[in-house]
Structure formats: C-alpha cells, structure tokens
C-alpha cells in the first residue's frame, strides 16, 4: 500500500507540473509513469505462471533440539527475475496441535531454482508437518503481487530419547507360560515342548539341557534351546490421552518412559508386546518387540496414532480386539507420568528412577 501511494503521488505532481508548465518533457515522463507499472504488471503475471514453490526439507529426521534446516525450494522456469518474494511455510507437530508460522523474503533468479531456509528446533518429539501456506511475488516496482502455485508437504520425525530402564522380572511372572502354536523364528525361549535349535555348550548353560544323544554323536557337549512362545510375555499399553482439563503436555514422557521399560525387557530376555489406541483409525494396535529395531518402528506407529481427549479403556479394547493373544502381565503408561500393572496403580515414573532403581514387575 505504501508503494502505491508514493506511485500515485508522484504521477499526481508530474502531471500536475506538466499542465503547470506546459512542459511536453513532464508530460512524457508522466505518460511514461503510468505506462511502464502496467508492462511491469503484465511481465509479472507472466512469470507467476512460471513459477512454482514447494517446502524445502533435506533430512526427515532430526533429535530433539537438533537444529534442522528448512525453507522453501521455488523454481522459475521463465527468463525474468524477482526482484521481491514472500513465502510463509507452516509447521505443526502432529502430537502438539498449534502452528507455528516462518516467513521468508528474498529474491528469484530467472531461469533457475531459489532456495530460502533457516534452522529450526523442537523441543517435543513427534511427527512435525511442514507445508507452503503461500509464495507472493512482486512486480519491479512492488506495486502489483501476484501469488504462485505451491505443492507438497513434508514431515519431519523428531525422535524421542532413548534410554534403558532397569527391570527386575519376579520368578512367578517370568516362569508363566501360555500356550501358543506360533513361536519366535529368532529368539530361543523356555517352552520345552519345542526346540529352537541345538548348539554347542558355552560356560553358564545349564546342565539340565544337555543334549546327551547328539553330544554322543558329535563327540562334544551339544545344549538344547526351547523355542520362545510369541503368546508368551509382557503387554505394555501407551495411553495416548491427554484430557481437556490437563494442563501442560507430557507426551514425551509418557513415549519415551514405555521405549525404555520395553528396552528393559528385550534385554532380559523376556519378550514384550507393545499396544496402542490409534484415534485415527478408531482402532487398538500392536506390534511384537523382538529386538531394538523394533522400537524405532512403533516410534513411528505412535506418532502417526497421535493423541486423544476422550477417556479409553485400554485393557478392555486390547482383549476386544485381540481375543487370542495372552500376556503374563500388562503394563499401562499414562502421560502424566504414571504406571499401572494390571489395572493396579504402582505409582509415578522419572527418567532418574527408571535408570538407577529401576521397577520390579
């Protein structure tokens, strides 16, 4: 609007000087003036049509306080440059519902690609959206803008931290066993009814799983494995609920103290089942946990899941949704902070606690 004030101000005075003085040159200038900002116009609506912007995101995922540089890619397919852009990109981190607004100035080459980025950094992990709101240019002289087509969304995955917790697994829950007929194609158990493989001895196995006939055979001591029941094992559920009451958003915490009780299990050898509410989908999810890959997985699958206000009851929905799958016991993480076993409340987790004193289950 400023632009344009002083355009018409100055058309104003020339022309007003030019009758004045009944100068042929001010004229001239003045019909100059009204003739080169509708040229300028023109050129310009042109090359908006050549021209397109899409959000600028070179890596997909970054860690928390990572700076990670974003912007906004813009090509001009046509001969003229840009003398004045504006773009505004919008990002929303899928877990932590409000937006967040950058905008960026600068220029375009004619016949080639500009990019303008900055650095940007969460604070909170989750599934981080970034998409083009809109891209502006100007004609030479800024009095005309025109926007330009924008395409394309990216996401950024902001990974929670990952820890161990310390995990102490009581004789009467580890020595549960639940009948199954699918067993763990990679991981040796404790159901002697099948075996995983035999092998040769090695220092601490027990003698009770000696395999005495193909120890005779190889000349050598040769130790059974029992295979490992997938049906057997604990259940750890993500409650994902946030009300509206609640105040700040623990989230974070509530993801990355279940990542690291079930890294306390996987290195205990017991294997863990990790479940969900997806309120996308409106449905229970799960995923087996055989190794710690697996985590970075349901990383992922809970933060496309994403939050919800309404209450859950997860046990129930788990049972209702999955009849044939037993657990020996079932853990339930909130996101203030707090941990259940088996409907039971134990009590409130920390970061300090789970790595020092660690939980008995």
């Not at 974003?70 to 932590?96: C, D, H, T």
Request: hydrophobic fraction near 40%; charged fraction near 25%.
């Amino acid at each position: 609007m400023k632009n344009k004030l002083l355009y018409f101000g100055l058309l104003v005075v020339t022309l007003y000087l030019a009758i004045l003085y009944d100068s042929p040159m001010l004229l001239g200038f003045g019909l100059m003036e009204m003739v080169l900002p509708v040229i300028s116009g023109i050129l310009m609506l042109w090359t908006a049509a050549h021209m397109k912007a899409q959000i600028y995101l070179p890596i997909g995922v970054a860690e928390k306080e990572q700076p990670v540089n974003v912007g906004v890619r813009i090509e001009n397919k046509s001969r003229i440059p840009v003398s004045r852009l504006e773009a505004k990109i919008k990002i929303q981190n899928r877990f932590y519902q409000p937006e967040k607004e950058v905008i960026f100035q600068g220029m375009a080459d004619g016949r080639g690609t500009t990019r303008l980025t900055t650095a940007i950094t969460s604070s909170q992990c989750g599934l981080v959206a970034l998409w083009v709101e809109q891209v502006k240019i100007w004609d030479l002289f800024h009095l005309f803008g025109k926007r330009i087509e924008t395409d394309g969304k990216e996401e950024l995955s902001v990974l929670p931290e990952y820890y161990e917790a310390l995990l102490e697994i009581t004789p009467q829950i580890r020595e549960q066993l639940i009948e199954s007929e699918e067993y763990d194609e990679k991981r040796p158990g404790d159901d002697p009814s099948q075996i995983f493989q035999i092998r040769e001895y090695r220092e601490g196995d027990r003698m009770q799983r000696i395999h005495w006939k193909a120890s005779a055979r190889t000349s050598q001591l040769m130790v059974k494995d029992y295979s490992m029941p997938i049906g057997l094992g604990a259940l750890l559920l993500f409650d994902l609920q946030v009300p509206e009451e609640s105040g700040a958003v623990f989230l974070d915490q509530a993801i990355e103290y279940g990542l690291a009780i079930l890294q306390g299990f996987l290195n205990q050898e017991y294997p863990p089942r990790a479940a969900w509410y997806n309120c996308r989908t409106q449905n229970m999810e799960q995923i087996e946990i055989r190794e710690t890959e697996d985590l970075y997985l349901l990383t992922s699958r809970l933060f496309q899941a994403g939050s919800y206000r309404e209450e859950i009851l997860l046990e129930e929905a788990y049972k209702h949704s999955y009849p044939q799958d037993g657990y020996s016991i079932c853990l339930r993480i909130t996101t203030d902070g707090q941990w259940w076993e088996d409907g039971i409340l134990k009590g409130e987790l920390t970061r300090t606690g789970l790595e020092t004193e660690g939980i008995s289950v």
